[in-house]
């Protein structure tokens, strides 16, 4: 069963860059697009961008041109940063594998979500 | 952007109760239309995909219908696992949007 966990930190300075990483257990991952998508506190679901393990990748406009997305097969990871952080960045951040039946296409697994928070 | 617009944004509900939660898209999406569930501190769920297709593992009291832009999510008799906030997405085109979220919390 495909396990995701993200990590890395929770405090981040404005105007820094926020990096997070998700870590992929029980399964590889090549051959499938992963994803992250966060949160902010009361606030719905924000999708941020995806990488296909080839390393190809689209992320939303909203945010583009801040965000770096990348895959590092070798230690089944893939990593997420975002520069330029203000408190509107503040959120909860979770990684998602693309899964897809046919033509439809869904978020699963989730991670269970990391809180990074933009302060001084 | 599509936008995707939940109602109600909360419910209460008893045990046993019929629920059903509405998911509307501001463009057609055919069946486009992914359901979670998203219990606090826990990764979200995915419940149903293509609309309408229940995903494995997921208890047949959980059913999804619609096409176009209007989707629903029925919880024939709600348990009290199923207390919870539930999200629609639409996976037509990207940038992947979701629905605001409905609250489902125990009356």
């Known amino acids: 069963q495909v396990q995701l966990q993200e990590s890395g930190p929770g405090l981040v300075k404005p105007s820094e860059t926020l990096s997070l990483t998700c870590t992929v257990s029980?399964?590889?991952?090549?051959?499938?697009?992963w994803s992250w998508i966060r949160q902010p506190p009361g606030k719905g679901l924000e999708w941020i961008g995806y990488?296909?393990?080839?390393?190809?990748?689209m992320s939303n406009p909203s945010l583009k041109s801040r965000v770096t997305i990348s895959v590092d097969t070798s230690n089944n990871q893939f990593s997420l940063k975002v520069s330029s952080v203000t408190a509107a960045d503040t959120a909860v951040y979770y990684c998602?594998?693309?899964?897809?039946?046919?033509?439809?296409?869904?978020?699963?697994?989730w991670g269970q979500g990391t809180l990074v928070t933009v302060s001084s | 952007d599509i936008q995707m617009t939940q109602s109600p944004s909360s419910l209460s509900a008893s045990v046993g109760d019929r629920v059903t939660i509405i998911c509307r898209s501001s463009?057609?999406?055919?069946?486009?239309l992914n359901w979670y569930q998203h219990k606090p501190g826990k990764a979200p769920k995915l419940l149903i995909y293509?609309?309408?297709s229940l995903q494995s593992g997921v208890p047949s009291r959980f059913s999804g219908s619609g096409s176009g832009t209007d989707f629903t999510l029925t919880i024939s008799s709600l348990q009290p696992e199923d207390f919870a906030t539930y999200y629609c997405?639409?996976?037509?085109?990207?940038?992947?949007?979701f629905g605001q979220g409905t609250k489902l919390d125990i009356k």
């Open positions: 998602a594998r693309i899964s897809s039946r046919g033509s439809y296409y869904f978020f699963d697994p």
């Open positions: 029980g399964g590889s991952i090549s051959g499938y697009s």
């Open positions: 990488i296909y393990y080839s390393g190809s990748t």
């Open positions: 463009q057609s999406i055919s069946s486009y």
């Open positions: 293509g609309a309408s």
């Open positions: 997405q639409q996976s037509y085109n990207t940038p992947y949007t």
